[in-house]
T-cell receptor, first 113, second 114 residues
């Protein structure tokens, strides 16, 4: 078990470009979460999957954001037409259905220039 | 609405001393509370959690206290070490109500002075 893995670790993109991040959760965890964290703030919830079903989306997740978990394992988060305000750390977390402990990845730091 | 906040944004403690990090919350329906440690460039790391039906829980060098009367949560770290320097977040969850998300506070930066 290597924990929650996120790729890439860093991404710099020009405004208006699309970006996609990947999260590989702990293999036996059926729940997967995306959070966004800006400098000096705590993580904010974006969306949640149970297996392949996306069950909850935050109002923070605008129409430019889309997340998938096609086979109930890894997940992708895509941001279309990036804006400077999208610059943040994007964190993925997972947990099993039995436990209450969320395990976070190291995040993908997005910088939109 | 829900609010999990912290009293102090920064805290400096001499190495070897004990530290106490405080957190206030406003949602009395929370099921449990969690403390996370976040080092620079890393994701939050679980430290300890406590159910809402408890008032104290101890781990290795850490103790979490929950005072539901005043909606206050604290994290005590004993005999602090340089590796304890990080930002600490409290978070709350209402899993028993089908609410999967964690709500985080803004964090306290703990600096251990050698």
């Amino acid at each position: 078990d290597t924990g929650v893995s996120q790729n890439p670790r860093h991404k710099i993109t020009k405004r208006g470009q699309n970006v996609t991040f990947r999260c590989d959760p702990i293999s036996e965890h059926n729940r997967l979460y995306w959070y966004r964290q800006t400098l000096g703030q705590g993580p904010e919830f974006l969306t949640y999957f149970q297996n392949e079903a996306q069950l909850e989306k935050s109002r923070l997740l605008s129409d430019r954001f889309s997340a998938e978990r096609p086979k109930g394992s890894f997940s992708t988060l895509e941001i279309q037409r990036t804006e400077q305000g999208d610059s943040a750390m994007y964190l993925c977390a997972s947990r099993s259905g039995q436990g209450t402990r969320y395990t976070f990845g190291s995040g993908t730091r997005l910088t939109v220039v | 609405g829900e609010n999990v906040g912290l009293h102090l944004p920064t805290l400096s403690v001499q190495e070897g001393d004990n530290s106490i990090i405080n957190c206030a919350y406003s949602n009395s329906a929370s099921d449990y509370f969690i403390w996370y440690k976040q080092e620079s460039g890393k994701g939050p790391q679980f430290i300890i959690d406590i159910r809402s039906n408890m008032d104290k829980r101890q781990g290795q060098r850490v103790t979490v206290l929950l005072n539901k009367t005043v909606k206050h949560l604290s994290l005590q770290i004993a005999a602090t070490q340089p590796g304890d320097s990080a930002v600490y977040f409290c978070a709350e969850n209402r899993a028993n109500f089908g609410n999967e998300k964690l709500t985080f506070g803004t964090g306290t930066r703990l600096t251990i002075i050698p």
